[in-house]
């Protein structure tokens, strides 16, 4: 069975401060994908990783995948209220994704 | 252009009921999913689709559970003599390639 360990669980922080999510298997992945969910709505792709120690960054956002493609991250430099939400890592596994438990990130103002 | 749209958006439904929940995919995408989330959980795999056929229905917990795609365009998820443990969000995905692309969901719950 393909699990993804994601942590932590739930992260709530002051706006401006920098947090790192992670993501951990004991599987590999032909690719990684973080998404975001709000409240009543589907998962949002935020980025997908193919290649092992790939960076991507987007704005304020870095995503890391490993050298072996097994684990990544996810960091937030500066988080903002609007940052607010449910961080999902899903590895592609033959086509389907296997989702990690989610961290639900609170930034208060 | 259009989503991913599901229907119905809530689904409120007795034990032993029959429900099916719709799912219509981006024009054009040939594979579609189903998951299936709890509070508090990621998603979970139920079933995917290449066109009319299922690819994979390996996550469908049981037999009471079934979907169709038969146009290859709208899928229907049945489930038959509905359980409590089947309160969930059901999300319906679709994609061209490698990225999927989720619709809002359809919350059901089993009173």
């Known amino acids: 069975t393909q699990l993804l360990e994601q942590s932590p669980q739930f992260l709530s922080i002051q706006e401006g401060e920098n947090l790192t999510v992670y993501c951990n298997s004991s599987s590999v992945f032909s690719s990684l994908q973080w998404y975001r969910q709000e409240p009543g709505e589907g998962p949002v792709l935020l980025v997908t990783?193919?290649?092992?120690?790939e960076v991507k960054k987007l704005k304020r956002l870095t995503f890391q995948f490993g050298d072996a493609r097994k684990d990544s991250s996810l960091h937030i430099t500066a988080a903002q209220p609007g940052d607010t939400g449910l961080y999902l890592c899903?590895?592609?596994?033959?086509?389907?994704?296997?989702f990690g438990q989610g961290t639900e990130l609170s930034v208060k103002p | 252009g259009a989503g991913v749209s599901q229907t119905p958006s809530n689904k409120v439904t007795e034990k032993g009921k029959y429900v099916e929940l719709r799912c219509d995919p981006i024009?054009?995408?040939?594979?579609l999913y189903w998951y299936r989330q709890s509070l508090g959980q990621g998603p979970e795999f139920l079933i995917y689709f290449q066109g009319t056929g299922a690819a994979d229905d390996s996550g469908l917990p049981n037999d009471r559970f079934f979907a169709v795609r038969p146009e290859g365009s709208v899928s229907t998820l049945k489930i038959q003599r509905t359980e409590r443990g089947d309160s969930a969000v059901y999300l319906c995905a679709s994609s061209s390639g490698s990225e999927q692309y989720f619709g809002p969901g359809t919350r059901l719950t089993v009173t």
């Open positions: 899903a590895g592609d596994w033959r086509g389907k994704l296997i």
């Open positions: 990783v193919v290649t092992g120690g």
């Open positions: 024009s054009g995408h040939t594979a």
